[in-house]
């Protein structure tokens, strides 16, 4: 394992164990020895989703979330004039947001830095839990791009009243939906652009933007 892979492995890991100084510090060690800030917040990703199974089966506390959002935001505080350049280059608004994940909040903190990494302005609506409040938070803010986070246990009756409430409220038309969909099966038809994780969810959200892009150039 080379230095920079024992740095990221590091602040995986103090993630993992909620110590907010020590992810601090080993960003700023890793971005020191050549680190980028996507492997910055792949590392950051990488704990995040461990947390989110692990909690999602009952091992991992729910006293541990604090400390673990608290190591993530002093990581991401590090690589906070880094974003500020990158988001922004689509022009695109991206808002993510569980709706009904345990522990979605610390997995919406990470995909939305991500999100910012790659050009989108994006919003961290943690705070929101049910599919009604991440779809008409995002209409306020203007979204173009929603991302909802939703849970593996029973993830095809979330996503189906996901869905309903798009319809319903006539959001489809107002922007695009790529919800993180774990554990779906390929055979299950939705009307929407699905993810089965925050990797996938970032490429599609990318190819949709550049599409997006090349769209309004053409126009």
């Known amino acids: 394992m080379s230095e920079i892979e024992q740095r990221l492995q590091q602040l995986t890991n103090a993630v993992l164990a909620g110590k907010e100084e020590e992810a601090r510090q080993t960003t700023h060690a890793a971005l020191a020895r050549g680190c980028t800030t996507n492997d910055v917040l792949d ?26 959002e608290a190591a993530v935001n002093s990581s991401l505080q590090v690589i906070e004039e880094r974003l500020a350049t990158t988001e922004g280059r689509f022009n695109l608004k991206a808002t993510v947001g569980p709706v009904g994940l345990s522990a979605g909040g610390l997995l919406s903190c990470a995909l939305s830095a991500v999100l910012r990494s790659i050009g989108f302005r994006a919003a961290n609506l943690s705070k929101t839990q049910t599919a009604l409040e991440l779809l008409r938070n995002s209409e306020e ?22 869905i309903d409430e798009i319809e319903r409220g006539g959001f489809k038309a107002k922007f695009e939906v790529i919800p993180v969909a774990p554990g779906l099966s390929d055979a299950i038809e939705v009307p929407l ?4 994780n925050s990797s996938e969810a970032i490429s599609k959200a990318m190819e949709w933007a550049m599409k997006k892009g090349t769209k309004r150039k053409n126009e």
């Open 43 to 68: 590392a950051i990703v990488e704990a995040v989703n461990i947390i989110v199974d692990l909690h999602e089966v009952g091992e991992y506390d729910q006293e541990k979330l604090s400390p673990a």
């Open 193 to 196: 652009s699905i993810a089965r």
């Open 141 to 162: 803010l203007g979204a173009d791009l929603v991302v909802p986070l939703l849970p593996s246990e029973g993830v095809e009756s979330h996503l189906r009243s996901f």
